[in-house]
């Protein structure tokens, strides 16, 4: 059949009638009210040919000479992660049968528009197909837009309507201002006052008609299972017409079965620079680092109520309800969590005073109790911090010998062993590094940061904080300084190789490595040091260096651009550490004005927190290597699965949990064969399919409520006249052109460029050789990025809101470190990205 009537069409075939003709079909089917009509299904745009009879002959079934809409409804089209809203055609008030016949034609050649292939692109849609709905036209007295959440702040809690007297192409073409009414969403909390008068006495919707969509929108979305956009239409009867209905693809995921509502979420993977989505097996291997790093600390992961640790939308949360309710500990809660970003504190303020956050009586932490915590690490802590004090140099050796330990013990072995062996090491293997070295490695740092604030105490009034960070640019002793540096100088070595390491496509490079034919310049040597880092390293499965060499070889050909040696990079850390010093004794002098003894003290101070701030990086380290050996045998169970027809790849396992895999694995011993176990391939690409939509995702809220608010989207902006405002990172200033990167892989900084980036962490530092300044839209003064930056003496700003889109690349732009703020000089100027 090449036409059907909306009536008799199954909403699940999508691939026969489109995304919207579905859409109709689920709400004739749910009962509602929708202008009769009929569907010209793909096999007509398969064939090319409009089949005139079947198409004239249900027109007329309609009425004579009828006035009908004629829409595209394509196959990729009003689906559950893309609306593609307005990308393709639709022709209204359509009269005749020629003029019937040509809309239709119309509505095929939009599927090959400029933005509709564009916006196929964005969404990773390779290809789509062409149904076309023809439905009777209805006369409205008004008609507009129903959300069945609010599409702006993702509050499922609130109904939005915009509607305006007449059709509603004017609304959902943003052609006129229109009567904006916010609902309670039944059954689903009260509104926040604020948000504005759920039946307002003017506008072109009556009270009662409110209430119908309200009714109407509960029903829709109960019934086709999230919450819908829905165009509707009100006739001059007063009747309520549906006339599509598509889910709402803009918002965050809600937080999986909160036990009680309200609960308050904080972002918290940004401090390790993932704001991509996690993998299932990251996030399995995430939550258990968390439990088994909590009991390390003598806590619980989990108390009474949910975990602190939550998943949402595939990022990595700490739900802070307890905090909130604490009566003691929330009136320093948004001081606290400035260290997170004005962003957070401003929204955890908001929280704070939101009534259904108010305090409870009895209500535990998520933690253990602190003397539980207190008793098992304070007297260990004390001591290391003594230690590290007296002997600073002895200390810090102690910590860095600890990586040749850590790395002996997480090298592979040849002994045969099965799958379950496989795993059950490579956990015991992890558990044993978290639980030891890398505890051991933790003294020498606190008690840096531990200098670095009380330093900072006593020069409140003498100096700025930001003059005091300065003091830690170009510290000694850090990994990833080290490994950039290294880099740095296999660059400089492989120049006799230049044309072919800067000309030569990055895939053909990493094949010539991967078969022996690329020059030899050091590279093995540099991955066997460290190829267990990559961008986005703390979710194991995403690829080491080890597995894709291309960003170390893009970096390579970046720095190999350089040609100013005063910029080379070991000549910039130099100056960064000369000035760092310099800055010191200036502070050290400026206290003296006050007090001899406040001067020796803050001298004292500052000196230890140079000495030790470098192994920042180090507890990280050395926990990428169990994570890399983890990775390793999971790979290799994976190719087990993948050879017995379990999996398809050995990479599908990254898809799968820990305890799926033991699941799958049976128990010990394990099963004979693969029939023996279950079949997980459908939930592999099943989640496959969810990654690579959360992959695609811009904005991840920081604050997040468990009704879906982003808390945010709730609050008024916050600007600098002529600049862009954040939050500062690392002193110094720097004017260049902008180059924005969203993904480290494939990306080159010229030399004086100002890398623009969503966030960074150790894996992106190889950019920061060469660049000039930093900005990002996320982070914190003691992240890992911004710690590297000022290592390195390039100044940066951080939580930039929206930074990869306001800035394009090739504008001038100027990155004040020390006030936090980004200005763009030029603002037509951009190259793109």
């Known amino acids: 059949m090449t036409v059907l009537r909306l009536s008799e069409i199954d909403p699940a075939r999508i691939d026969e009638v489109g995304g919207k003709a579905a859409g109709l079909a689920a709400l004739i089917r749910a009962g509602e009210r929708v202008p009769e009509g009929f569907c010209l299904t793909t096999a ?20 004579e000479d009828v006035a009908v809409a004629v829409r595209s409804s394509a196959t990729a089209e009003d689906l559950p992660w893309a609306s593609f809203a307005g990308q393709q055609d639709t022709l ?3 009269r005749g049968e020629d003029d019937l016949l040509a809309a239709i034609e119309a509505c095929w050649e939009s599927l090959d528009s400029e933005r509709a292939i564009a916006y196929r692109r964005a969404q990773g849609v390779r290809a789509s197909r062409m149904a076309v709905v023809v439905q009777r036209m209805i006369s409205p007295a008004a008609a507009g837009v129903l959300f069945t959440a609010n599409p702006v702040t993702g509050c499922r809690t609130e109904m939005v309507v915009d509607a305006a007297p007449g059709l509603g192409t004017a609304v959902v073409d943003g052609a006129v201002d229109t009567d904006h009414y916010v609902m309670p969403a039944p059954g689903r909390g009260a509104v926040d006052p604020a948000a504005g008068d759920p039946a307002p006495p003017r506008g072109c919707l009556a009270p009662g008609q409110l209430e119908l969509l309200r009714a109407a929108g509960e029903r829709v979305q109960d019934a086709l299972g999230s919450p819908q956009d829905i165009e509707f239409a009100v006739d001059g009867d007063g009747a309520l017409w549906l006339l599509q209905s598509r ?39 995430m939550q258990r680092i968390t439990h088994q790093w909590f009991e390390a600390f003598g806590a619980r992961a989990r108390a009474e109520g949910p975990a602190m640790v939550a998943f949402i939308g595939g990022r990595m949360y700490l739900d802070l309800t307890a905090f909130v309710r604490s009566a003691r500990m929330r009136r320093s809660l948004p001081r606290t969590l400035e260290l997170y970003g004005p962003r957070v504190r401003r929204g955890m303020q908001q929280v704070c005073e939101d009534p259904r956050f108010a305090p409870r009586r009895g209500g535990r932490l998520p933690l253990a109790t602190a003397a539980t915590v207190a008793l098992r690490m304070g007297p260990p802590m004390l001591r290391g911090i003594a230690a590290s004090l007296r002997h600073p140099d002895r200390e810090r050796e102690r910590s860095l010998a600890l990586v040749d330990v850590v790395r002996a013990a997480c090298a592979p072995d040849a002994a045969p062993r ?7 090491t490579a956990e015991a293997v992890h558990r044993a590094m978290l639980t030891g070295p890398m505890m051991d490695s933790l003294n020498p740092l606190w008690t840096a940061m531990m200098c670095q604030q009380l330093a900072t105490a006593l020069l409140h009034g003498i100096a700025e904080e930001s003059e005091v960070m300065a003091v830690m640019r170009g510290a000694p002793h850090n990994v990833t300084t080290r490994m950039d540096l290294e880099l740095w100088s296999l660059a400089d070595g492989a120049r006799e190789h230049q044309e072919l390491l800067t000309t030569t496509p990055t895939e053909e490079l990493v094949r010539r490595h991967r ?16 190829g267990h880092r990559a961008a986005a390293e703390i979710d194991i499965g995403v690829p080491r260096w080890e597995d894709d060499p291309g960003p170390i070889l893009d970096a390579i ?4 651009q350089l040609t100013d040696l005063e910029q080379a990079p070991d000549r910039r850390f130099a100056r960064a550490a000369a000035e760092a010093e310099a800055q010191l004794a200036q502070l050290v002098e400026r206290a003296a004005a006050r007090s001899p003894l406040r001067a020796r003290a803050v001298g004292f101070l500052l000196r230890r927190a140079r000495m030790l701030i470098g192994l920042r990086e180090l507890p990280k380290f050395l926990w990428l290597m169990p994570l890399r050996r983890m990775r390793r045998e999971l790979l290799a169970i994976g190719e087990e699965l993948a050879a017995g027809g379990i999996l398809e790849t050995a990479e599908d396992i990254l898809f799968l949990e820990l305890d799926e895999v033991a ?8 099963p004979a064969g693969p029939a023996a176990a279950a079949d997980p391939r459908a939930l592999v690409a099943q989640r496959r399919t969810a990654h690579a939509r959360e992959m695609r995702r811009r904005h991840v809220p920081v604050l997040l409520l468990s009704d879906g608010t982003d808390v945010e989207a709730t609050l008024p902006a916050l600007e600098t006249p002529g600049a862009i405002t954040g939050m500062s990172a ?6 260049g052109p902008a180059r924005i990167v969203t993904d480290p892989a494939g990306a080159r900084i010229a030399p004086g460029e100002i890398l623009v980036a969503p966030t960074t962490d150790p894996g992106w530092t190889p950019l920061f050789m060469t660049a000039a300044g930093l900005v990002t839209e996320t982070g914190s003064p003691m992240a890992h990025g911004p710690t590297v930056a000022r290592e390195y003496g390039i100044p940066a700003v951080i939580c930039v809101p929206d930074a990869t889109v306001r800035i394009r690349s090739g504008q001038i732009i100027t990155v004040d470190g020390a006030a936090g703020t980004v200005r763009i000089h030029d603002e037509d100027a951009g190259t793109g990205r």
């Open 418 to 424: 099965t799958p379950r062996e496989r795993l059950e």
């Open 44 to 63: 007509a745009f398969d064939a090319g040919t409009i089949p005139r009879a079947e198409v004239l002959a249900a027109y007329r079934e309609l009425g």
């Open 557 to 560: 050909a970046g720095y190999l």
């Open 515 to 530: 078969d022996g034919t690329l020059p030899e310049i050091g590279l093995d040597a540099f991955l066997d040091r460290y």
């Open 663 to 670: 699941a799958v694995l049976g128990p010990p011993p394990a």
């Open 92 to 94: 209204l008030d359509v």
């Open 247 to 285: 889910a709402i693809t803009s918002l965050f995921p809600l937080p999986e079965d909160p036990e009680d509502l309200p609960r308050v979420y904080m972002e918290a993977g940004h401090m390790q620079g993932m704001l991509r989505p996690f993998t299932p097996m990251g996030r399995s291997a």
């Open 730 to 735: 690392a002193p110094g200033s720097a004017t």
